[in-house]
T-cell receptor, first 114, second 114 residues
Framework: GDSVTQMEGPVTLSEEAFLTINCTYT??????LFWYVQYPGEGLQLLLK?????DKGSNKGFEATYRKETTSFHLEKGSVQVSDSAVYFC?????????????FGKGTLLTVNP | DTGVSQNPRHKITKRGQNVTFRCDPI?????LYWYRQTLGQGPEFLTY????????KSRLLSDRFSAERPKGSFSTLEIQRTEQGDSAMYLC????????????FGNGTRLTVT
């Protein structure tokens, strides 16, 4: 079945450091790929998405590129802030039928220190 | 847009008791989803409604679980004869009626079964 594997955390960075959180997936066909973020005490929020190969999703300085050849969707940010501290989830929906059903990775806790 | 609302935020119950959670989606959204998140894991899909029709149920949803959305607005998730393994965060999400519409998640109901 479909699955998502993301790098285990926790990840601790200093403010203004470069961030990469790796995400790879297993799915048939051409899934849509997502990054969700969960800030402390809040619900999951969509951060960015990409629906086809080579698409780049971007939002709030974060970027991720849909790489079909490596089945990856790594999250990057050039300069993190304390306010980026949160849990980040990589997710996919399969193409065709049940395309509303998200399959999530386990999440990566990011802590950014001032 | 007041967001997806879930009640209660926390529920502690003794093994064997029944519990019911409520979700109020964003008012114009006709799709509603329930997910379950256990500690250290990503959310897992439980069930999906389009308006009042329950269109898909995960194998995770044993016969002790029942979800309803009687008028296509709010939804309830009931767990009968709770077990310690039911302890988790129960997340509700809603989306508009198109396949690429993002899911909006509530803050969840945390269930602890003692």
């Amino acid at each position: 079945g479909d699955s998502v594997t993301q790098m285990e955390g926790p990840v601790t960075l200093s403010e203004e450091a470069f961030l990469t959180i790796n995400c790879t997936y297993t799915a048939t066909g051409y899934p849509s790929l997502f990054w969700y973020v969960q800030y402390p005490g809040e619900g999951l929020q969509l951060l960015l998405k990409a629906t086809k190969a080579d698409d780049k999703g971007s939002n709030k300085g974060f970027e991720a590129t849909y790489r079909k050849e490596t089945t990856s969707f790594h999250l990057e940010k050039g300069s993190v802030q304390v306010s980026d501290s949160a849990v980040y989830f990589c997710a996919l929906t399969r193409s065709g039928g049940s395309n509303y059903k998200l399959t999530f990775g386990k999440g990566t806790l990011l802590t950014v220190n001032p | 847009d007041t967001g997806v609302s879930q009640n209660p935020r926390h529920k502690i119950t003794k093994r064997g008791q029944n519990v019911t959670f409520r979700c109020d989606p964003i008012s114009e959204h006709n799709r509603l989803y329930w997910y379950r998140q256990t500690l250290g894991q990503g959310p897992e899909f439980l069930t999906y409604f389009q308006n009042e029709a329950q269109l898909e149920k995960s194998r995770l949803l044993s016969d002790r679980f029942s979800a309803e959305r009687p008028k296509g607005s709010f939804s309830t998730l009931e767990i009968q004869r709770t077990e310690q393994g039911d302890s988790a965060m129960y997340l509700c999400a809603s989306s508009a009626g198109t396949d690429n519409s993002p899911l909006h998640f509530g803050n969840g109901t945390r269930l602890t079964v003692t």
